[in-house]
């Protein structure tokens, strides 16, 4: 498929432990974003990917959230020492990044994450 | 601080009738983007308007846009139950490229 995807698509982890979130862009958006939504809530920007580099990290809670994205495709979102309020649907969205007719975000289906 | 707001929480019409929604945010902006949200996974994008524009049109989707007012409204006409979803209206903050979503608004057409 040509969309966004986002693996796993649930992850149940024990409060203290680490987890990785992926996330596969479209090919050929050069702009990623992470969001995180809790029931009930809209989506929370975490950080903006242009390219390689985090543009505007802003969003990440504390210093146990960090994403990367090597290569300017992937993206990895990884949480360290999970807390039970790090639950929540984590999204990630592309978009073809600035410019005119680039502003239009292309969302995954998110990954739900259960902290016990 | 919330960018963008929705109005109302909630709304639940019959199939056939229009709903609206309303948006309203801080700063200035210089698009403002509807999305609808089904089952809380993965959000489908629904228009852009942007902030030289008062008025759009997307099949039964029109949007309005008022800068003075610093609000927004998505209309759907003739809903359908397949409209259920949850809307949310997104603007950038402060000229950035961090969207900000409003909390949404949950619609539900009955059949």
């Known amino acids: 498929g040509a969309g966004v995807s986002q693996t796993p698509s649930n992850k149940v982890t024990e409060k203290g432990k680490y987890v990785e979130l992926r996330c596969d862009p479209i090919s050929g958006h050069t702009a990623l974003y992470w969001y995180r939504q809790s029931l009930g809530q809209g989506p929370e920007f975490l950080i903006y990917?242009?390219?390689?580099?985090?543009?505007?990290d802003s969003g990440l809670p504390n210093d146990r959230f960090f994403a990367v994205r090597p290569e300017g495709s992937v993206s990895t979102l990884k949480i360290q020492r999970t807390e039970r309020g790090d639950s929540a649907v984590y999204l990630c969205?592309?978009?073809?990044?600035?410019?005119?007719?680039?502003?239009?975000?292309?969302f995954g289906p998110g990954t739900r994450l259960l902290v016990l | 601080s919330q960018q963008g707001e929705e109005d109302p929480q909630a709304l639940s019409i019959q199939e056939g009738e229009n709903a609206t929604m309303n948006c309203s945010y801080k700063?200035?902006?210089?698009?403002l983007q509807w999305y609808r949200q089904n089952s809380g996974r993965g959000l489908v994008h629904l228009i852009l308007i942007r902030s030289n524009e008062r008025e759009k049109h997307s099949g039964r989707l029109r949007v309005t846009l008022d800068t003075s007012k610093k609000s927004s409204s998505l209309l759907i006409t003739a809903s359908r139950a397949a409209d259920t979803a949850s809307y949310f209206c997104?603007?950038?903050?402060?000229?950035?490229?961090?969207?900000?979503f409003g909390t949404g608004t949950r619609l539900k057409v009955l059949a």
């Open positions: 990917f242009q390219g390689t580099g985090a543009a505007d």
């Open positions: 700063t200035s902006i210089n698009n």
């Open positions: 969205a592309s978009s073809l990044g600035p410019g005119l007719g680039g502003e239009t975000q292309y």
């Open positions: 997104a603007c950038p903050h402060q000229g950035t490229y961090k969207y900000i």
